[in-house]
């Protein structure tokens, strides 16, 4: 028996083609490309392609892929009519979750391959979440537009209006950082399930409980809060102090692989200074450095810097998200990275099945218990 960390850090359980993460020099390559240097200079569809396929689209290629995301988008009736029942009373990424697992179920979805799998349901997160907010807000929901990209798209089934140009750059961009990132907790989870040989709805459905933890994806709407609470950059010194007093961790700060700034980080506060107001800005900014000052004091041995949830929320907002369905937009746009790891694993797979230590009683003794009634 081998005994690895707590928290797996420093061991390998997988190898992969897919995503490369240097913590050290705050690197991300998605199968060899830089992946701060994909984000706005190719569509995230190419960046799909190039994870689920093993390589950058031909025009043609591309255009193949846009079609075929774009003719699966729309929903089945029977997963509309759950979108328009819980609408008003149930969480986002639950209802997101959810959803895929009626998807899953469907007897429609069983024969697909896992890479035609793969595509619906990336197609179709979108749609789901974008139909829940417009019920949520007494809304009928949009039908899909085939004729837009696949950000575009969800921008326009989320607002009835023509996306600016900017808004769906920006979150293309978006997509395409947050597409994979190598054995995050929810792509391990998605992993483990896809080694029992199950299909990739449910593989999807067990990466987004994982999502759903404050420690992983759903980081961002805490720091929408916190920088609402904020407020003025005056007061971000005092507010932050506090929080570390109190034992609180500091959203948007932290990573357990990079010893550095996440670089997604930094293409995030680009994309954040070009989109939202000044102010906002400079609260975000000033926020972020007084953080790294005092978490630099408080941890001199340990580097915790920005990552990528603290300018996502920024940008997801300036875009026109609303911040209950920042967590379910990571998940739309992480769907092709779980679903390439899912392909993956299947290409060479082996039944996860670690084992722990046992550490309770093993001789109790039954008899001197009193008897009760079955
Ligand atoms: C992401 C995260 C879980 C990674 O954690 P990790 O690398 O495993 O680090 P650990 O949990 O072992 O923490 C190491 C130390 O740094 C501190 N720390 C780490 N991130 C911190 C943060 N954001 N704010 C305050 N302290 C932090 C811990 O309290 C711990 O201190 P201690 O040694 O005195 O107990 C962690 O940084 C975190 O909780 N960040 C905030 C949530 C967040 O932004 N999540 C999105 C991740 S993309």
Known sequence: MVWVPKGLEGVIVASTELT????????????????????GNVPYEAVAHLLWLGGLPAEAELLQLREKL?????????????????????????????????????????SASTVNASIALTARMPTIVASFNRF????????????????????????????????????????????DHGLGASTFVARVAASTLTDVY????????ALKGPLHGGAPIYVWEMLQSIGRPESAREWLRECLAKGDRIMGFGHRVYRTEDPRSKVLKRL??????????????????????????????????????????????????????FTCTFACARSVGWTAHIVEQRKDNRLFRPESEYKGPADLDLHGLQKTEA
């Open 202 to 209: 449910s593989a999807v459905v067990a990466a987004i409980s």
């Open 272 to 325: 954040a200074k070009e989109l939202v107001k000044p102010d906002l800005f400079h609260l975000a900014s000033t926020v972020e450095s007084e953080a790294r000052e005092l978490l630099r004091e408080d941890h001199p041995n340990r580097v915790i810097d920005t990552n990528v949830e603290f300018y996502s929320s920024l940008v997801l907002d300036a875009v026109g998200i609303p911040p209950e369905l």
């Open 70 to 110: 774009g003719r699966s988008r729309a929903l089945p009736v029977v997963v509309e009519d759950f979108l328009h029942s819980v609408a008003k009373v149930a969480e986002p990424l639950s209802v997101l979750q959810t959803s895929v697992s009626i998807l899953g179920g469907l007897d429609s979805t069983k």
């Open 136 to 179: 949520r807000h007494n809304a009928s929901p949009l039908q899909p537009r085939a004729d837009l990209s696949h950000a575009a798209n969800y921008l326009y089934m989320l607002t009835g209006k023509e996306p600016r140009p900017e808004h769906v750059r920006a979150l293309d961009s978006y997509f395409t950082l947050l597409a």
């Open 20 to 39: 490369k993460i240097d913590g050290q020099a705050g690197r991300l390559i998605y199968r060899g490309y830089d992946a701060t240097e994909l984000a």
